[in-house]
């Protein structure tokens, strides 16, 4: 049974810095894709950050390059998002999603999914 959990969220001040981890169970991760989606409330859950496990080869939404960051602990199944100068607007509950296959951004292309962890960014 594959799981992913989520650690990292939490609360912090407009211009900090949150490093989330995902770690990845049940599943000895190789020609895979890792992403991490966000969704704020009332709004539709949206890809943040994707990465190929066997390149490490990534994929950023354009808002989010040059702030966020993710990488990938091949020893430990875990994936990384180290994220800074994070803006208010940025709260959201932060989700870690794999799948077999190339790396996509639309949400429906992941089999698995983390419980999510929540990132509030207070003004």
């Known amino acids: 049974q594959v799981q992913l959990v989520e650690s990292g969220g939490g609360l912090v001040q407009a211009g900090g810095s949150l490093r989330l981890a995902c770690a990845v169970s049940?599943?000895?991760?190789?020609?895979?894709?890792v992403a991490w989606f966000r969704q704020a409330r009332g709004k539709e859950r949206e890809f943040v950050v994707g990465?190929?496990?066997?390149?490490?080869?990534?994929s950023y939404t354009n808002s989010m390059y040059g702030r966020f960051l993710i990488s990938r602990d091949n020893a430990k199944n875990t994936v990384y998002l180290q994220m800074s100068s994070l803006k208010p607007e940025d709260t959201a509950v932060y989700y870690c999603?794999?799948?077999?296959?190339?790396?996509?951004?639309?949400?429906?292309?992941?089999?698995?999914w983390g419980q999510g962890t929540q990132v509030t960014v207070s003004s």
């Open positions: 999603a794999a799948r077999g296959g190339p790396l996509v951004t639309f949400k429906e292309g992941y089999d698995y």
């Open positions: 049940g599943r000895t991760l190789s020609n895979d894709a």
């Open positions: 990465i190929t496990w066997s390149d490490g080869s990534t």
